[in-house]
């Protein structure tokens, strides 16, 4: 067992999705990541996780409760932005075509020292965190291919809202939705979608957020809205930022991140059962 080996439990806390009956190759239909909330949302994560009055979670999405659900004047849209990328960092299958300085470094030194390297540049990128940072460290290192959903109470998102970045992208974003609303239109999904994908986040680095956040994130997969307009007003505001815990074959060589190319070496070089990468989100709200 590593030295940060999860409990028998799991992962000590948190939502989890066991997708050990997946295949480790399985490409990832981003643009379908609201479609695919019904399936990993679980009654079991209800207590994860507040989202508000009039507001639920349960394995059929988010949902409008209580008084506001029979408003004639209020309703729930959502929309999402995906980010496109090449599949390799969900993947365990060796890229020789990218096979630079780092890969051919590690292949000399040796696994054990990949994986020092990696832990110790991750530990001390996320300072030492240890919540949210360790479990999504864990569970690569281990390979439990399991789903990890962090809730809106979780350091990750707390770290997320309180960034330049996506403090600058909910103003410009929900700006434009109550402009909209101002002239009487209807919010649907597809405008939502049209404005994230206009308006979305830039990844996280230590320029826009913090070096936790470019450590445990960096960039992402896909960003949803789920907005709840009332009497023609956004009332209420979720986001939930999708990410894959893993390196691609861009990242192999991308020496100026600490632990990166030692990342990519374990998971595409590595111990078969462990380094697995997996699928992971955050509610921010």
Not at 36 to 46: G, H, N, Q
Not at 201 to 206: I, L, V
Not at 241 to 270: E, T, V, W
Request: aromatic share 14%; net charge negative.
């Amino acid at each position: 067992m590593r030295p940060w080996a999860p409990s028998e439990s799991g992962q000590d806390g948190g939502a989890q999705i066991d997708l050990a009956s997946k295949s480790q190759n399985a490409r990832v239909d981003w643009s379908r990541a609201d479609a695919w909330e019904a399936k990993i949302l679980e009654d079991k994560m209800k207590d994860c996780f507040s989202l508000g009055s009039g507001i639920e979670v349960t394995e059929n999405g988010i949902s409008l409760t209580g008084d506001i659900a029979n408003s004639f004047f209020a309703y729930l849209v959502s929309g999402i932005f995906s980010a496109e990328g090449d599949g390799t960092d969900m993947d365990k299958n060796k890229h020789p075509s990218e096979e630079g300085y780092w890969t051919s470094f590690y292949k000399f030194m040796g696994e054990s020292y990949a994986y020092l390297d990696f832990v110790s540049s991750y530990r001390l990128g996320s300072g030492y965190d240890n919540k949210d940072a360790i479990k999504l460290l864990r569970n690569f290192v281990n390979g439990n291919r399991q789903e990890m959903i962090f809730g809106s109470d979780s350091k990750i998102a707390k770290e997320i809202n309180s960034s330049s970045n996506f403090q600058e992208f909910k103003k410009v974003f929900e700006l434009g939705i109550s402009q909209l609303l101002n002239y009487g239109i209807e919010i649907t999904k597809e405008i939502v979608d049209e404005h994230l994908n206009k308006h979305h986040p830039n990844y996280f680095s230590p320029l826009n957020s913090s070096l936790y956040l470019t450590t445990v994130m960096g960039g992402y997969k896909a960003i949803s809205a789920s907005l709840t307009i009332e009497n023609g007003k956004i009332t209420n505001s979720i986001y939930r930022i999708y990410d894959n815990f893993g390196a691609g074959a861009d990242d192999s060589n991308k020496g100026q991140f600490p632990g990166l190319p030692a990342m990519y070496y374990l998971q595409h070089y590595g111990n078969n059962r462990a380094y697995i990468p997996f699928r992971w989100s955050v509610f921010i709200q």
